[in-house]
């Protein structure tokens, strides 16, 4: 099904699950309003009621093969496009879920809480649907605007403030760059829309432009040079936000560069590799060295994701389709097994009231369930087979390695070994070390379930990852279009393996 | 079962895993008895593979193949040679056992027995992995319940850094001392092992990532990769891919069997280990590395396994003659025992170096009786510790008066351990030795100084620990009376003596694996003989022209690397 440009009725079925998000937002937030005795818990329910039914749309959608563009090619909707709503809708969900006791947390406005995380899940599944330069500004700063207030939630207390002044700041700083460089580039090129700019020559302005993007989605997904708000940031805001945090927007951020480097900048890969290969590299070691020093569960899981932002670089440099296809499992890969880190952090953190890694002493004695589910998610996150980190890592080397890139590569496989590291010593404090205080950790319905979706999407991805590669490789057919076949020269007679 | 015995064997353990997760801790003989029951299934699954498989046939058997990864090019591909049987046998012998010496543990047993089934799983996995990726994912997989294991059910490594010897002077293991940072805790030892392994697991997986690239056939599969992987003469840094591809791949997987600069983790970690992990680790977890060795660097670089072996007879000695003396000086029994593992895992890699039919397969029945063996001394290092609290042999004595039973197996253990005849070892070390002298006299003449050295520290361990006078403190202690104690080493002494007896059907199943490998490096023909000079040779053919493997048979194609191959030596 394909749609022309003057929007007919039929063309806003392309919008149809952003429509009925919006329409629900609208709902949740005057059923908040009219109904100011209407427990919080309601409310989430309602909201994650909603975000299923476009959760459902996306599905018929995609099983329909539904795609096309809109508004002069600013929006598209096309099976990556899909993908990552999928992922943004399902981490948005299980956030919602994982909220729901630590709302209680907060003073005052908790019915808003639920509309400002659908509001920022909504601006987020306009961003991986930004076809061009405008739309990819405009969206972003939308998804933004609710973080600004999510992270600072917690009004009574400083390390929340700070982290939201912080991440206020240098976001709005992010947006400044962005801005800069979306209006170098139309300088230069006078074009918007992604596709357009395929033949253009690379001209100085040109790449500062493009330089400055790559900074401001440097900063949305937490890669090293630009990754200074994300300790303090993740380290202050309410845990749940922080899960959140950790997961949708850099999904979201790595859609927009996905379709930046490889449909408007296919042809200057040879300029662009150089520049991911350091930040791939930088963003891995400095993340895995720091984080042996944290003390701070959040923080180490922070660095844990600037890291894991590293390793998904490595397939962005890769450039290849099977490189897009490694992105998007690792990120479906990262999805359960962050979600499920973050829920242990929240159950954890709502019975004993912190989150220092010494405190966790002896969570296998007190709660065997949450110390097997951690021990099951930090081992994803390093790569230990049989889960679905592994497999992720794998797939992005794989595809890494078929380009060359065999620095990228060896530092990868030397910071599995570091990563493991300061993942162990979580372990060892879960389980070797015994508790001070032995009563047992009491973890509510809603948490639980997160908890299982997590385990449940670390192990099926981790043992049989098929139907979840099948996924992704023909959610990324568009971009056999713009990426070059492999280098990999298969001789003849060989056609084994697939 | 027949054909689907490998499911049988490796998932058993895996499925006795998952039950035990549902099992409350507080009906602790039913957690056993769940445990007990997966390991026995997966025993008598892989001694009807040992006795099923057919060594006249050869080749790889029983091989079971489901499409995994379309786009990664993986499947799960399942199959056992000569060489792999008898190791898949001694792993779930091992599983078996150690079930049965970790019988009396109290704290979280359910956990315990988790992941010790996890470990045995993972450690048959490798043994029957044919393919690149799965041989690394059950490699890495062993690694974290090893963590686990020795972190939580643990001891403490007290007198690590304090040898004396006889006159009281102060040694020190100089490479453990190196990279010990003074630490005896187990919380270290476990740390070290982990990232010790996993760090040298990573530079394997780096080896199997070029070959993935460099043979360009997208696909991990061993014996594609064998018969069609081109990875000759390809110019990189100053020499060539394949060298570097081995060099990563040999060590890498030589951390693990543990080769002599890389041995530091092991003793440190068997030291660390309850009895049962100690088992399994020196039983079969060492010989992963021997066995990564064959199936990645042997079956897929022939040639340059040819020319690269001699740094392993080089370093084998170092192994045997520093692991040997470390061992004499030692006061900790399972440091003593430790060392002697990676001492007497130097003689596989003797046996491996020498590349010839008899020392070959020496090696490989080395690993098979060295599993046995060193099962049954670190089970009863285990049992003396948990009597008596400690480990330290010079304050203990005497206890054959208080564990007759426990006494007698530990001499037969020791008699297996230094190969008397009437073991297995003695057949594998005299096929080492004789295999080895033509190639190696030098070393052989280190291997035989390695014998001599197990006779002393084992026969002198044996007398501070059971002979001499008693230290009363421990006049408490008492000897394995109950069948569930005792079955585990009668099993294991029987297995040891009755293959010592009796070892046709194993050397000839380890020759039907060898001769066609041995037969690719240097492609030479042997008339092979068994005792009863009937068996294997008619199934040795030069390779190339036909395959053993049924799988790829009809796949086959001429590849320049064969024309290339140099004739023999």
Redesign the interface.
């Known amino acids: 099904m394909t749609f022309s440009l003057n929007l007919a009725f039929s063309d806003l079925l392309l919008l149809l699950p952003e429509i009925f998000l919006t329409c629900w937002l609208c709902v949740v937030l005057i059923v908040d309003f009219s109904f100011p005795r209407v427990p919080q818990e309601r409310l989430a329910y309602l909201s994650v009621a909603g975000l299923v039914v476009t959760l459902g749309c996306l599905a018929w959608l995609d099983m329909n093969h539904v795609s096309g563009t809109l508004f002069g090619n600013m929006f598209v909707l096309d099976r990556m496009a899909i993908f990552f709503k999928i992922v943004i809708l399902g981490a948005t969900i299980l956030v919602i879920l994982a909220s729901i006791e630590y709302v209680n947390r907060f003073t005052l406005f908790r019915g808003e809480y639920y509309c400002l995380v659908v509001m920022s899940a909504l601006g987020m599944m306009f961003m991986v649907s930004a076809n061009d330069l405008l739309s990819v500004f405009v969206s972003l700063e939308f998804a933004t605007l609710g973080f600004y207030v999510l992270v600072s939630y917690l009004r009574d207390d400083l390390a929340s403030n700070e982290g939201g002044l912080k991440f206020f700041i240098l976001g709005v700083l992010a947006a400044g760059l962005l801005a800069y460089g979306i209006s170098l580039v139309y300088g230069e090129t006078g074009k918007l829309v992604f596709s357009d700019m395929a033949s253009a020559q690379p001209t100085p302005g040109l790449i500062i432009g493009f330089l400055l993007i790559f900074a401001a989605l440097g900063f949305k997904v937490g890669a090293v040079p630009f990754h200074s708000w994300i300790p303090d940031t993740y380290h202050g805001a309410p845990t749940p936000v922080t899960t959140f945090l950790s997961i949708a927007p850099k999904a979201a951020a790595f859609a927009i560069l996905l379709r930046i480097f490889l449909v408007a900048l296919g042809t200057f890969k040879p300029l662009w590799v150089v520049l991911l290969v350091a930040v791939s590299i930088l963003s891995m070691t400095y993340a895995n060295i720091v984080a042996i020093a944290q003390r701070n569960i959040k923080r180490l899981l922070a660095y844990s994701g600037i890291a894991q932002v590293g390793n998904v670089l490595i397939g962005l440099a890769a450039g290849t389709k099977?490189g897009n296809?490694a992105i998007l499992f690792y990120l479906l890969a990262y999805l359960f097994a962050n979600i499920g880190a973050f829920a242990v952090v929240i159950a954890v953190s709502q019975a004993i009231g912190t989150d220092e890694i010494e405190d966790y002493r002896g969570l296998?004695r007190r709660s065997?369930f949450l110390a097997f589910a951690m021990l099951l998610f930090l081992?994803s996150l390093a790569g230990?087979?049989?889960l679905a980190g592994?497999?992720g890592k794998?797939?992005i080397?794989?595809a890494a390695?078929?380009e060359?890139l065999y620095t990228l590569?060896?530092v990868g496989?030397?910071n599995?070994?570091i990563s493991?590291?300061y993942y162990?010593i979580v372990?060892?404090q879960m389980?070797?070390n015994e508790p001070i205080d032995p009563s047992p950790i009491a973890i509510s319905g809603p948490m639980k379930t997160v908890i299982y979706v997590g385990l449940a999407g670390t192990l099926v991805i981790g043992i049989?990852?098929?139907p979840f590669?099948?996924w992704v490789?023909s959610a990324t057919l568009m971009f056999a279009n713009f990426v070059g076949p492999s280098v990999?020269?298969?001789?003849p007679?060989?056609s084994?393996?697939? | 079962m027949g054909e689907y015995a490998l499911l049988y064997i490796l998932f058993a353990p895996f499925a006795g895993a998952l039950a035990l997760i549902f099992i409350s801790n507080r009906q602790p003989l039913l957690v056993r008895s769940v445990a007990a029951s997966a390991a026995f299934v997966s025993l008598l699954a892989s001694l009807y593979l040992f006795y099923a498989y057919d060594p006249v046939k050869g080749g790889f058997q029983f091989v079971q193949k489901y499409?995994?990864?379309?786009?990664?090019?993986i499947?799960l591909h399942l199959g056992v040679d000569g060489i792999g049987t008898p190791l898949v046998l001694a792993s779930s012998i091992l599983l078996f056992a150690g079930i049965f010496v970790s019988w009396h543990i109290k704290d979280?047993a359910k956990?315990f027995y988790i992941w010790l089934l996890i470990l045995a799983a993972a450690t048959i996995g490798v043994f029957m992995s044919l393919d690149l990726?799965f041989l690394?994912?059950?490699y890495?997989?062993s690694?974290?319940p090893m963590?686990?294991l020795l972190?939580?059910w643990g001891s403490h490594t007290k007198k690590y850094l304090e040898m004396n010897d006889s006159e009281g002077l102060k040694l020190r293991d100089s490479v453990g001392f190196i990279l010990n940072f003074g630490s005896n805790s187990?919380?270290y030892a476990?740390?070290k092992l982990?990232?010790f392994l996993?760090?040298f697991a990573?530079?394997a997986?780096?080896g199997i990532?070029?070959i993935?690239?460099f043979s360009?056939?997208?696909?991990?599969?061993i014996l594609?990769l064998r018969e069609?992987a081109n990875l000759m003469n390809i110019p990189v840094l100053g020499t060539t891919l394949d060298k570097i591809i081995w060099v990563l791949v040999f060590f890498g997987f030589a951390s693990i069997a543990p080769l002599w600069p890389l041995h530091s983790w092991s003793p440190v970690g068997h030291a660390a280990a309850p009895a049962a992990t100690s088992m399994l680790h020196a039983g079969v977890l060492m010989k992963l590395g021997h066995f990564s060795i064959i199936r990645v660097a042997f079956e897929i670089l022939p040639e340059t396994t040819r020319e690269m072996m001699p740094i392993a007879a080089v370093l084998c000695m170092f192994s045997i003659v520093y692991g040997g003396f470390v061992a004499f000086y030692a006061k900790d029994t399972k440091y003593v025992i430790g060392y002697s593992s990676s001492s007497h895992m130097g003689y596989v890699f003797l046996g491996m170096a020498a590349l010839n039919y008899i020392s070959l397969s020496g090696a490989v029945i080395y690993m098979f009786a060295h599993a046995m063996a060193t099962g049954m001394l670190f089970a009863m290092a285990g049992w003396v510790y948990d009597q008596t609290h400690t480990r330290d042999i010079p304050s203990l004595g005497g206890l054959s008066n208080k564990m007759p039973f426990i006494s007698v197996c530990f001499v037969i253990g020791c008699m297996a351990s230094i190969g008397m005849p009437g073991t297995v070892n003695f057949i594998a070390e005299i096929m080492i030795i004789v295999g080895s002298w033509d190639k190696y006299p030098l070393q052989v003449i280190v291997a035989m100084l390695g014998i001599v050295l197990t006779l002393a520290y084992l026969f002198k361990m044996m007398r501070g620990l059971f002979y001499g006078p008693m230290n009363q403190k421990y006049s408490h202690a008492h000897d394995a009376i109950s069948a569930v104690d005792r079955l585990p080493l009668l099993i294991m002494i029987s297995i040891s003596i009755g293959f010592g007896i009796f070892p046709m059907h194993l050397y000839d199943v380890v020759r039907s694996g060898v001769d066609p490998l041995v037969a690719r490096i240097t492609r030479v023909v042997p008339v092979a003989q068994t005792y009863e000079g009937s068996g294997v040779r008619s199934e040795v053919i030069i390779p190339g022209t036909t395959s053993t493997v049924p799988v790829v048979a009809s796949?086959l194609?001429p590849l320049p690397s064969q024309v290339s191959r140099g004739e023999g030596e």
Do not use: C, H
Not at chain 1, 488 to 491: A, E
């Open positions: 099977m296809d296998s065997p081992l230990v087979p049989p592994f497999i794998l797939y080397f794989v390695i078929k060359g590569i060896v496989l030397i599995i070994v493991m590291y162990l372990v060892k389980y070797i049989y990852p098929q590669t099948d490789v990999t020269i298969i001789p007679g060989a084994l393996g697939g | 499409e995994w990864s379309k786009q990664l090019g499947s979280r956990e990726f690394y994912f059950f890495e997989m690694v974290i963590y686990l972190g939580m187990k919380e476990a740390m982990v990232l996993s760090t990573v530079a997986l780096m990532l070029l993935y690239k360009g056939l997208n696909t991990f599969d594609v069609q796949k194609l």
